[in-house]
T-cell receptor, first 114, second 114 residues
Framework: GAGVSQTPSNKVTEKGKYVELRCDPISGHTALYWYRQSLGQGPEFLIYFQGTGAADDSGLPNDRFFAVRPEGSVSTLKIQRTERGDSAVYLC????????????FGPGTRLTVT | AQSVSQHNHHVILSEAASLELGCNYSYGGTVNLFWYVQYPGQHLQLLLKYFSGDPLVKGIKGFEAEFIKSKFSFNLRKPSVQWSDTAEYFCAVSTTSGTYKYIFGTGTRLKVLA
């Protein structure tokens, strides 16, 4: 079956611009996670959705970062006033609800802020 | 706070050598444990997982891991590596309730020489 998809695969933007990154989870997976992976590091948790609501946004670094999942499926991570330090690979993962299910990861979006 | 340590950042082995990658975590409660692999140009894939029961877990491609609760460790092993095992390996921990978000280690880059 189809896995988690993310678009775009690469995004280059100028400092100060606004970007949106999209994640399409596996069908039927109600749990959705965003992670950020900087060079040489493991992925770091950003935000978790259970259905449409953000159940845990404790990993968002500041208020320039925001994510939505209006219909409980596709999610968009939004970054305002991008900074060079935002350059990283942004990963999306989904999993089934109701237990310690493993997460399935997408290919990521590589964001470069120039 | 939870943390995960992977002490081997880069490992180089010849084909047929045995592999052991260390993973230690810091958390006082019950955890779920995972090893993920990222092959060059590909997304994170689950190698194996531990939720409960037998602490020796077998995964795909001949990998196994042993959960030693007293040492807070979940080391990954493979008796005989192949060139195709060249990849980056990540250990991850999640809680057994709540959001199940992952805390990742920094990863170990394995290079297998043919």
């Amino acid at each position: 079956g189809a896995g988690v998809s993310q678009t775009p695969s690469n995004k280059v933007t100028e400092k100060g611009k606004y970007v949106e990154l999209r994640c399409d989870p596996i069908s039927g997976h109600t749990a959705l996670y965003w992670y950020r992976q900087s060079l040489g590091q493991g992925p770091e948790f950003l935000i978790y959705f259970q259905g449409t609501g953000a159940a845990d946004d404790s990993g968002l670094p500041n208020d320039r970062f925001f994510a939505v999942r209006p219909e409980g499926s596709v999610s968009t991570l939004k970054i305002q006033r991008t900074e060079r330090g935002d350059s990283a690979v942004y990963l999306c993962a989904s999993s089934k609800v109701g237990g310690p299910h493993e997460q399935y990861f997408g290919p990521g979006t590589r964001l470069t802020v120039t | 706070a939870q943390s995960v340590s992977q002490h081997n950042h880069h490992v180089i082995l010849s084909e047929a050598a045995s592999l052991e990658l260390g993973c230690n975590y810091s958390y006082g409660g019950t955890v779920n444990l995972f090893w993920y692999v990222q092959y060059p140009g590909q997304h994170l894939q689950l190698l194996l997982k531990y939720f409960s029961g037998d602490p020796l877990v077998k995964g795909i491609k001949g990998f196994e891991a042993e959960f030693i609760k007293s040492k807070f460790s979940f080391n990954l092993r493979k008796p005989s590596v192949q060139w195709s095992d060249t990849a980056e390996y990540f250990c991850a921990v999640s809680t057994t309730s709540g959001t199940y978000k992952y805390i990742f280690g920094t990863g170990t880059r394995l290079k297998v020489l043919a």
